[in-house]
């Protein structure tokens, strides 16, 4: 039981480039959340899912987009990355409406754009 | 929408010594409080949450306290050691069109000397 996973744990871009973070969890959750950390900022929300094939904008989405094709998977594409993007993100995960409240994290990538 | 502030930025105490670590929040809406640990390094992980309807609650060194009317809520670690140095992160959740989102304070850096 691996519980929250993201992939990389760590990317280099130069500005104008592309790339795709995968956030899985092996939990059966229906909500997925993309957050990013920055210093003194605490976590804020760029997207979320309340179930597969579902998305929504959180607190800071431009920029981002997102896909839940699949219930296991949450998927944060940048783009064009831009150097205001450099940050620690953050996936999490938990149980739909009825379930426990906790979020669940997985180990955060950390992305640099030069 | 909610708004939390969390307060001290950084806190340093002896070991032994108790801390305390205060948000507010904006929303009289919102019925959920967590509290998450992040390690250096580390994911952010649930150390203890409380729910409107309760007024204080308790683990082991660590509780937390709610005071609706006040809209603020806190968080008290006694007999501190140095593994509970990490920063310390608060949330909000169940105010309309939350969705069960999350909304964090910004962090206390929590130091604790042997």
């Known amino acids: 039981n691996a519980g929250v996973t993201q992939t990389p744990k760590f990317r280099v871009l130069k500005t104008g480039q592309s790339m795709t973070l995968l956030c899985a969890q092996d939990m059966n959750h229906e909500y997925m959340y993309w957050y990013r950390q920055d210093p003194g900022m605490g976590l804020r929300l760029i997207h979320y899912s309340v179930g597969e094939g579902t998305t929504a904008k959180g607190e800071v989405p431009d920029g981002y987009n997102v896909s839940r094709l699949k219930k296991q998977n949450f998927l944060l594409g940048l783009e064009s990355a831009a150097p205001s993007q450099t940050s620690v993100y953050f996936c999490a995960s938990k149980s739909g409406t009825g379930g426990p409240n906790e979020q669940f994290f997985g180990p955060g990538t950390r992305l640099t754009v030069l | 929408g909610e708004n939390v502030e969390q307060h001290p930025s950084t806190l340093s105490v002896q070991e032994g010594d108790s801390a305390v670590i205060k948000c507010t929040y904006s929303d009289s809406a919102s019925n959920y409080f967590p509290w998450y640990k992040q390690e250096l390094g580390k994911r952010p992980q649930l150390i203890i949450d409380i729910r409107s309807n309760v007024g204080e609650k308790k683990d082991q060194r660590i509780a937390v306290t709610l005071n609706k009317t006040a809209k603020h809520f806190s968080l008290h670690i006694t007999e501190t050691q140095p593994e509970d140095s990490a920063v310390y992160f608060c949330?909000?959740?169940?105010?309309?069109?939350?969705?069960?989102?999350?909304?964090f304070g910004k962090g206390t850096k929590l130091s604790v000397k042997p």
């Open positions: 949330a909000a959740s169940g105010f309309p069109g939350s969705q069960g989102n999350l909304i």
